[in-house]
T-cell receptor, first 115, second 110 residues
Framework: DAGVIQSPRHEVTEMGQEVTLRCKPISGHDYLFWYRQTMMRGLELLIYFNNNVPIDDSGMPEDRFSAKMPNASFSTLKIQPSEPRDSAVYFC?????????????FGDGTRLSIL | LAKTTQPISMDSYEGQEVNITCSHNNIATNDYITWYQQFPSQGPRFIIQGYKTKVTNEVASLFIPADRKSSTLSLPRVSLSDTAVYYCLVSYSSASKIIFGSGTRLSIRP
């Protein structure tokens, strides 16, 4: 299996631009998670989906952030408009169905820099 | 929901046993504790998981006391390649919430 695939690996853009991060979970996994990691705040859960339905989005910072999962094999995290404080590494993870207790498999992340 | 708390950093030497503790109160009987390892420029990687007593696999052990207010990841005979950041994660099943600890940066010296 190819594992969780994220794109792009790196993104550098100017403040105010729209940013779209993409994730392909492992086939057969029913849970998908989006995280943000910074030195100051560590690893933060932004949102997670179960069977393509958002379950908990309490970690989404503000209305500038949105996430979608149109089908079982694809999800996006969008920031519009982007701000320098959004600079971080964004991880996507997926896990097998059954419960929230299942181990998560992480992608290699997208390193986002907002200038 | 409780906050998970870990030491910020730990140092040890090759060949030693390392124990990293995570504190997590208000944990229900069916809530799991999972530990992950993260190297620079990579996503976290699953190490071990459990919800009570002791679990052991080929790389680590996880000890959970009866009161379940903490858990300890035990790495036997560490090597330089175990230098990484270790995170505990608590899955609060009834609340459909998961919470990561802040991570422990483990440094192993020759």
């Amino acid at each position: 299996d190819a594992g969780v695939i994220q794109s792009p690996r790196h993104e550098v853009t100017e403040m105010g631009q729209e940013v779209t991060l993409r994730c392909k979970p492992i086939s057969g996994h029913d849970y998908l998670f989006w995280y943000r990691q910074t030195m100051m705040r560590g690893l933060e859960l932004l949102i997670y989906f179960n069977n393509n339905v958002p379950i908990d989005d309490s970690g989404m910072p503000e209305d500038r952030f949105s996430a979608k999962m149109p089908n079982a094999s694809f999800s996006t995290l969008k920031i519009q408009p982007s701000e320098p404080r959004d600079s971080a590494v964004y991880f996507c993870a997926s896990s097998y169905s059954g419960s929230l207790n299942q181990p998560q498999h992480f992608g290699d992340g997208t390193r986002l820099s907002i200038l | 929901l409780a906050k998970t708390t870990q030491p910020i950093s730990m140092d040890s030497y090759e060949g030693q046993e390392v124990n990293i503790t995570c504190s997590h109160n208000n944990i229900a009987t069916n809530d799991y504790i999972t530990w992950y390892q993260q190297f620079p420029s990579q996503g976290p990687r699953f190490i071990i998981q459990g919800y009570k007593t002791k679990v052991t696999n080929e790389v680590a052990s996880l000890f959970i006391p009866a009161d379940r207010k903490s858990s300890t990841l035990s790495l036997p005979r560490v090597s330089l390649s175990d230098t990484a950041v270790y995170y505990c994660l608590v899955s609060y099943s009834s609340a459909s919430k998961i919470i990561f600890g802040s991570g422990t940066r483990l440094s192993i010296r020759p």
